[in-house]
């Protein structure tokens, strides 16, 4: 196995990277949600 292929899970920038890319992107989808609905997420989820 070479180097590359073993170092891509773990605390790795290539791991880092697309863990804040799907942060983002699950920010953005919730709040676009929020504005779309006019209810906050625990509210669509029945918790609040």
Not at 12 to 21: D, M, P
């Amino acid at each position: 196995m070479s180097e590359t292929n073993a170092t891509r899970f773990g605390f790795v920038n290539f791991a880092e990277t697309w863990n804040g890319r799907l942060a983002m992107m699950g920010f953005v989808i919730g709040l676009g949600t929020e504005l779309l609905t006019g209810q906050g997420i625990l509210s669509q989820l029945g918790l609040g």
